[in-house]
């Protein structure tokens, strides 16, 4: 059985921008104002007639106990360093050793 998301004590829904069912996806915290970054996934929650809600990760561990995890990809590339060059960086290198026999997924010896 789960429980509902509830905010913390303090919290107040009457701050709450909420945007119609049919505006853009908002790129500020309804609750604090602040800009959401790109690269953040916010809360993004809906009230039952559609409208939304979205919110900043301040926000986000302050009322409602959500923590984010940094990721290694989100940080930026050294200098000097390209984008591309970048995001290689999380590519996976692989050599195969062609004489073990178990390295042969198929089983045709090849």
């Given amino acids: 059985m789960t429980s509902p998301l509830e905010p913390k004590p303090g919290f107040d829904w009457t701050r709450v921008r909420w945007t119609g069912p049919l505006a853009a996806v908002d790129d500020t915290c309804s609750y604090c104002g602040s ?9 993004r ?3 039952s007639t559609s409208w939304a809600a ?8 302050t009322w409602w106990g959500m ?3 940094a990721d290694d990809d989100d940080s930026e590339p050294d200098e000097g360093e390209s984008d591309v060059d970048h995001e ?13 026999p178990e390295a042969d997924d198929d089983g045709d010896g090849l």
Avoid at 54 to 61: D, G, L, P, R, S
Avoid at 88 to 100: H, I, K, V, W
């Fill in 54 to 61: 979205v919110f900043c990760y301040a926000c986000m561990e």
């Fill in 67 to 69: 923590t984010s995890l």
């Fill in 88 to 100: 290689a960086d999380g590519d996976l290198d692989f050599e195969q050793d062609d004489d073990d």
């Fill in 35 to 43: 800009a959401i970054p790109d690269k953040h996934v916010p809360l």
């Fill in 45 to 47: 929650m809906w009230n």
